[in-house]
């Protein structure tokens, strides 16, 4: 069993590796637009850029990890990441921008949660959901590590120094701690960590391609980092066209990642009772509660409240509970390659949204957006339950 201080370790590297690569983006971005001039539709494309090839690099990562190559991945990766954040200071021009975080999406693959919650069913077997629920509880913190943080050390030396500060981070503390913790985890294996680890990643993907099961969950991940994607983009000026005074909306978003800190705590406490297909469930019916009550909400702030609760809350614990249940739906043969190749729909997704829900506002305003969210979210409830009982019949 792996230790606690082991857990710690993984933890804090995650949410470093957070930190520094997907939200210094939003935490810097009216940085770079007044100080190098780009607009924020240039500046977004490099991280769109960035998370589609980090989603394509995933399979790759996936079938590293099934090799027995976990740890090395997770420090190489971060020691790179490290290293191209850091570079950022050096940018000038927009195409070394996009070079940058087109690398920065290589090395993204390699160690942020989807590799590491791949690590962590390989290694720990029926023992990984504990570890992820402590590994997540720790990480819904990164957010706000990176957008004070970094904009403290920006308004103070600038921006420039503010990646060399988050580079150097991830380059002497998380790196380190990645290697420290993943070698303690990797010699803790319990014995049926890698029952039927014996076929290798290729092959165990292409026999989960072969299930309905599998498709099943990626439209499930998909449909539910849509949603969720859209929701964090475009919340601001959603409930600005409702009259939401500017503090209120900025609160209410704000409000979301507390929120599924504390929905991934209230798992925690009936995990042993309750089984991870019906905690994923009831993150569905959360969620859709969520929508319902932000369509009905207008401007009062109860109904706001509620929307924050419930949508923190719902897709909180999807952190948790997406490689758990592919793990007990497709099971733990070359889960890597198969969770890698399903973090492909996912993350691609989640680059998406923004750029999606923007044509659908053109054509229906807000109102449509967030119907279109109702019917993504029944979609992803649906997808999943016909998941579980295809698997159910085999």
Not at 78 to 88: D, K, W
Not at 148 to 177: D, K, Q, T, Y
Not at 256 to 270: E, K
Not at 349 to 361: E, F, N, Y
């Amino acid at each position: 069993m792996i230790t606690r201080r082991a857990v710690w370790a993984l933890a804090v590297a995650e949410t470093v590796v957070w930190a520094g690569t997907l939200y210094i983006f939003p935490a810097l971005l009216i940085h770079w637009e007044a100080d190098l001039g780009w607009s924020k539709t240039t500046l977004a494309g490099a991280f769109t850029v960035a998370v589609l090839i980090s989603a394509a690099a995933a399979p790759l990562a996936g079938r590293l990890i099934d090799a027995g190559h976990g740890v090395r991945l997770m420090t190489i990766g971060t020691v790179a990441a490290g290293g191209l954040v850091g570079l950022l200071g050096l940018v000038h021009a927009v195409w070394q921008f996009y070079a940058v975080w087109a690398l920065i999406g290589v090395a993204a693959a390699a160690c942020l949660y989807e590799p590491c919650s791949a690590f962590l069913i390989r290694t720990q077997g029926a023992d990984a959901r504990r570890v992820l629920t402590q590994i997540t509880l720790v990480t819904g913190f990164a957010s706000a590590l990176a957008f004070s943080g970094a904009n403290a050390v920006a308004e103070i030396w600038g921006w420039r120094i503010a990646v060399l500060v988050f580079g150097a981070v991830m380059l002497f503390v998380a790196a380190p701690l990645f290697h420290v913790g993943g070698r303690a985890a990797d010699s803790g294996d319990p014995g049926d960590a890698r029952a039927g680890a014996g076929r290798s990643g290729s092959g165990a993907l292409r026999a989960a391609t072969r299930r309905p099961a599998f498709w099943l969950l990626g439209a499930t991940f998909a449909m539910i980092a849509l949603s969720h994607g859209v929701l964090i983009t475009h919340l601001l000026p959603m409930l600005a066209e409702r009259g939401v005074a500017t503090g209120v909306a900025v609160l209410a978003a704000s409000g979301i990642g507390p929120m599924q800190v504390v929905g991934r705590l209230a798992m925690m406490s009936v995990e042993r009772r309750v089984s991870m297909n019906a905690v994923c469930g009831l993150s569905f019916a959360l969620m859709i509660a969520a929508m319902v009550a932000l369509i009905q909400a207008g401007a009062d702030p109860w109904l706001l409240a509620a929307f924050v609760v419930l949508q923190g809350a719902g897709y909180g614990v999807t952190a948790i509970t997406r490689p758990v249940v592919t793990a007990t739906v497709l099971g733990r043969e070359g889960f890597g390659a198969v969770s890698g190749a399903l973090a492909l729909p996912f993350i691609t997704a989640s680059a998406v949204a923004p750029t999606l829900a923007a044509a659908v506002w053109t054509v229906g305003g807000y109102d449509m957006v967030r119907s279109c969210l109702l019917v993504v979210l029944g979609i992803a409830a649906v997808s999943f339950y016909l998941a579980v009982a295809s698997s159910r019949r085999r």
